[in-house]
């Protein structure tokens, strides 16, 4: 008899996204889908744009007094949005 080799189907569609490139797009948009659910529906509300660019999100902001006030917590933001996605997809970000 032989000894069949089982593997859960998360793995494997993992493994085929990782070979087609495609693991590390998912998660940026899962991060940039997260950005309500961290900061919270005022702070999304004064955001208009966000895009991630070599391992950095970049968030543009309507009001300059909150992007001074969250330009403090910046590595307190990168560790809660990291930590919601499940990986480390950024390690900076900037406020403009």
Sequence with gaps: MFKRDVKQIKD?????????GLETPLL???????WPTVMGDTIAGYTQNLYIRN?????HLINPALRADLSMQRQEI???LNENVGSQV????RFN
């Design 28 to 34: 940026q948009k899962r991060l940039i889908d997260a």
């Design 55 to 59: 391992q950095t999100l970049f968030v």
């Design 78 to 80: 990168v560790r809660r």
């Design 90 to 93: 950024i390690a900076d970000i």
């Design 12 to 20: 494997l569609i993992l493994r085929n996204m990782r070979a087609q």
